[in-house]
């Protein structure tokens, strides 16, 4: 197991790359006990009470550039919404970790400081569950149709519970395409391959989305694959593509 460090990190909210402007990033999961101790008890005990809890918070440099993070947490819009939050703490890299996850925007602040440069804090309350997932694509730029330029993911085995994925689009440029047509396949052979996710079709950027979760076999491969609609010349998707394994 490697040591990582804060130059492996990313962060995408809803298809805003913001993680070179990030300054920290916390990825908190906890669960929820109440203190049942009763009388005459030794000992303080506490219980589970079934409802698990998460926060993620980032505080970065406030920059007013267009896509950036003035773009990403000020907007009145964003207050309060749900949205589709996607972190990396090990890397840009296929079969790296990446937690996903839809959640509410909670607050925002710009921080002036003298002597510094302003800072911009935000806290995001998860609406479901934090998933731990794997990236299949890391994100980059596609200009063709079929399995995305990382190919297929190896997870040794299947599993039976399901997951769910994750669509980040940082930049999308459709030449003259309706758009472009992003999907989860699975494989139990790296051969025979099968939909298991489909993201609604993406003709704008920038754009995410984490869609119902799937349930049932999961098979042993995963890739992202690329449709393009309609006809046109010099399109290009800059795509990241994750699942979590339930």
């Known amino acids: 197991m490697a040591k990582r460090g804060p130059d492996e990190a990313y962060l ?49 440099f406030y920059d007013d550039a267009a896509g950036k993070t003035e773009d990403e947490l000020i907007p009145a819009a964003r207050l309060g919404a749900l949205r589709v939050v996607s972190a990396l703490v090990s890397g840009n890299a296929a079969g790296r970790d990446m937690a996903l996850l839809n959640a509410r925007q909670a607050n925002v602040a710009r921080i002036p400081g003298r002597g510094e440069l302003t800072k911009i804090e935000a806290t995001f309350l998860p609406s479901g569950p934090i998933d731990e997932g794997k990236i299949i694509q890391a994100l980059a730029a596609q200009t063709g149709a079929g399995a995305s330029s990382d190919g297929s993911l190896d997870n040794a085995a299947s599993s039976a519970a399901g997951g ?36 609604t079709a993406t003709t704008a950027a920038p754009s995410a989305e984490i869609p119902v979760a799937v349930a049932g076999t999961v098979d042993r491969y995963l890739r992202a694959f690329i449709t393009l609609t309609g006809s046109g010349s010099g399109q290009s998707i800059t795509m990241l593509v994750a699942f979590a394994r339930r």
């Open 164 to 199: 769910i994925g994750v669509l980040q689009v940082t930049a999308l440029t459709l030449g003259s395409y309706t758009s472009i047509d992003i999907k989860i396949q699975d494989s139990p052979n790296d051969s025979t391959w099968g939909d298991l996710v489909t993201f």
């Open 12 to 60: 995408l909210v809803d298809g805003y790359d913001v993680g070179s402007e990030t300054l920290d990033l916390g990825i908190a999961r906890s669960a929820m006990t109440e203190e049942d101790t009763g009388l005459g008890d030794a000992d303080e005990t506490h219980a589970i009470v079934g409802v698990n809890a998460g926060t993620l918070t980032q505080r970065a």
